[in-house]
């Protein structure tokens, strides 16, 4: 049985970027109806024509398509009557103040945070690789490692002797490397002391950390999350925190990843985050001669992406250089574009972007923003 209550948890987090507030808050859904698993959800945009209206859609169709049951999804659009309209205004100027310093992320960053069911399936690899190569694509990325205790972003990157330091406002300015930016603990802690201090925090308030604390760039387009194994309080934390983050879930070719399929899916539903898709890593091995052989068996991803009803992103192959360059922090994507796993990667990287388009700042509420004060100064004849 689809949940309303679930509808409207992940209607939440679609976001109006200029806003900076989700529609639901900002009284935009106007309805819910449920038919077995066929949703409509009824949205009044601030005018008809409004140039989000189709990222405003796309959003609400892959996260309410992202819950479990959901068949299919309908979105119908109608426009705001004048009091509608001033009456958003009103309270998204009210949610500004009271959310006076919520992350250092700009609402307009996309979040994709890189999850599994399990340990060691690729999830740094394919975070740091999947970032640079997005950044190949000529978009400003992030990269954070949510992995506080266990993290391996530093030497993936080849910074381990990176020192971070803070700027006027006592905010940490995160390394610029490979053309992203990065935190990682790894990179502030350099001493066993401060490490253990670190331990000591609760996971969930190291993240909040590097959200708040952190000088990420406001024109970052990406922010790429590589989550650690296992814990749901991390993806709970994310979510309270950057409603507008998102999942993909990486998974080895193994066939029992049905079972881990049914976990993440259920951390997802629980934390309202949708999945983007799913990509399967250490998709076999092919030899130079073009052998290839399925050293982790066949179908894992195919199955886990049919199993929530998302599409399989990508398939990256078991590849030497991978080792390699984790190792030496020369990723592969940079180091040896042209091996068969960063062509994955590179491919990859080029679907996850067309499915999660960057986000665009030219909203209905920025014109009507400056159309009230236009009207206004008129009235006042301070115009
Ligand atoms: N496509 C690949 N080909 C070859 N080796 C790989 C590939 N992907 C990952 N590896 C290797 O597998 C190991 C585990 O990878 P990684 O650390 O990225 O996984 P993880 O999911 O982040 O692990 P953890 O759960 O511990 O955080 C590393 O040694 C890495 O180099
Ligand atoms: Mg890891």
Redesign the pocket.
Known sequence: MVNPADVEGVLRGVIDPELGSDIVELGMLRDITIDGGDVTVTIALTIAACPMRDQIESDVIRRVGAIPDVESVTVEVGAMTQQQRSELMSTARFKAREDAEPTMVSPLTRVIAVS?GK????????SVNLALAVADLGFRVGLLDA?IW?F?VPRMLGALDANLEADEDRKIVPLETHGIQAISTGLIVDDEGTALMWRGLMLSKALEQFLRDVRWDSDLDYLFI?M??GTGDVQMALSRLLPQAEMVV?TTPQRAAQRVAARVADMARRSHMPVVGVIE??SGFTTEDGKHYPLFGTGGGEELATELAVPLIGQ?????F??EG?DDGRPVVRAHPGSP?AEALASAAARLVELVPKAEDETCTARIAVLAQQLEEMATGTG
């Open positions: 599994s340990g060691g399936v690729g999830k740094s690899s394919l992995d266990g391996s590589d650690p194994p990486i890593n250490m990256v192959p078991l590849d030497p991978v080792v984790g796993a």
